[in-house]
């Protein structure tokens, strides 16, 4: 019976225009007039309005079809389920934040599409509340240039459950938060020059695949949520003393394969993650290079799984929070630059442990106000000194038993390009992503 009424629905529809030669001059008057199920046509034009849609309708923007907020308010709201908003340049919002003035802002709408606008110069960018089964794709997304306290959210999540986010770009905004938020995706997007990358806080069983965080104070920090995974993503230039690739504050059930963290000031960053027992959390097969540190972690932390990463040219691969190990995590299979064992072997492993252990490192962990010596003629005098004479040796920070002798893509990457490329040519790749805008659909596909 519902399908019969989603039959009759489709053969009733109406088509509405608006514009020239349209029957109505505003979008507004056609979305008043239609009926659930119309499609509302919108002509090329500026439309100085603010259009609130309450039944569920497609609105189809024409090439050149502006709406315009003139600096006022959230420019366009939905309001009805299975509604769908394609093919707009919408801008001008308000700039309050408190009122969460907004390109489009979704509330309590169920099935609702968003796909293949262009948002320019406002606060918040897309707004879902409540708004389960969502898709928003293929969306431009620019926001106000205001300094970074003033900004909104580029794309908000608020209890909306089992959305997809596909192929979005997302520059100059606030935050990508997705908070309360179960089972979503999120693939392809690019995200630049913003605080947070993706702001991520009590959301479970989601998957992150294909994205790029370049140039955020933080590429992605993810806390509270459990069963998250992530995948050939790129995060690249997080700087500064805030700057971490990928963070994670009690997170539980992580897998974390096949990424490129690249020139962040911490690449991976985990804090009392897992929380739970007997609980894992996975990073394999990941790319950790050219970071001020490879991998950052509380004295606390156990139970993280790095196998199969390759760990190049950081200036410090792992570092402990405050002194102490590493140790109450697995360290296995991994290509570390500073290894300088042999491979009698020739099993492809060293035929010694890769042990991490430099003296300034140890020091700088305790006195964080010392990393402004990380490079110095001084920490490089200490680490020959501890090689020197014994007592001055700290405690290893990592043990891997079983190290990789050259740098290797993982098999999930080398499988997706078909053969058995070099770690640099992969990492050239990489770098030439992180310096430039284009739209790849898949991190080192380089399809555009």
């Not at 529809?13 to 020239?20: E, I, K």
């Amino acid at each position: 019976m519902k399908r019969l009424g989603v039959l009759l629905l489709s053969v009733q529809a109406a088509q509405l225009t608006v514009g020239p030669g349209g029957t109505y001059a505003s979008i507004q008057a056609a979305l008043d007039a239609a009926r659930p199920g119309d499609t509302v046509r919108v002509a090329a034009g500026v439309y100085h309005e603010h259009p609130v849609i309450d039944r569920p309708v497609v609105l189809l923007g024409a090439p050149g079809a502006v709406i315009d907020g003139d600096g006022r308010g959230v420019v366009l709201t939905v309001n009805a389920a299975a509604t769908t908003v394609r093919g707009f340049i919408i801008r001008g919002s308000g700039a309050n934040q408190s009122r969460e003035h907004a390109g489009i802002l979704v509330t309590d709408a169920d099935g609702v599409i968003i796909a293949d606008n262009r948002l320019e110069d406002v606060l918040f960018g897309i707004y879902l509340k409540e708004s389960d089964h969502a898709v928003v794709e293929a969306n431009e997304i620019v926001g106000k240039n205001l300094a970074m306290p003033l900004r909104g959210d580029g794309i908000r999540l608020w209890y909306s459950h089992e959305g997809r986010l596909n192929d979005n770009r997302v520059i100059r905004s606030r935050d990508v938060v997705i908070w309360f938020c179960n089972g979503t995706e999120v693939r392809d997007n690019l995200v630049r020059d913003s605080r947070y990358g993706l702001h991520y806080m009590y959301s479970d069983h989601n998957r992150f695949e294909g994205n790029r965080f370049i140039a955020n104070h933080v590429g992605a920090f993810i806390m509270y949520s459990s069963d998250i995974t992530f995948r050939d993503n790129l995060f690249a230039d997080a700087r500064g003393t805030t700057g971490r690739g990928l963070g994670f504050k009690d997170a539980d059930g992580i897998t974390a394969i096949g990424n490129v963290l690249v020139k962040n000031a911490v690449g991976i960053s985990i804090d009392n993650s897992p929380t739970s027992v007997d609980v894992v959390n996975e990073f394999r097969d990941n790319v950790i290079a050219y970071n001020d540190v490879g991998v950052w972690m509380l004295p606390s932390v156990h139970d993280n799984h790095f196998v199969g990463n390759q760990f190049i040219d950081n200036v410090q691969p792992v570092g402990i929070s405050g002194g102490g190990t590493a140790l109450a995590n697995v360290w296995r299979d991994n290509y570390w630059s500073e290894y300088a064992g042999f491979d009698e072997r020739r099993d492809g492993h060293g035929d010694t442990p890769f042990v991490f252990e430099r003296l300034s490192d140890d020091l700088l962990a305790k006195h964080e106000p010392l990393l402004l010596f990380n490079l110095s003629l001084a920490a490089s005098t200490l680490n020959t000194l501890s090689r020197v004479f014994p007592l001055l040796q700290p405690q290893p920070i990592v043990v891997d038993s079983l190290p990789r002798i050259v740098p290797t893509l993982s098999t999930e990457v080398g499988a997706r390009h078909g053969s058995p490329l070099a770690a640099a040519g992969f990492l050239a790749a990489a770098l030439v992503a992180a310096a430039s805008v284009p739209r790849l659909r898949r991190l080192g596909r380089g399809k555009s």
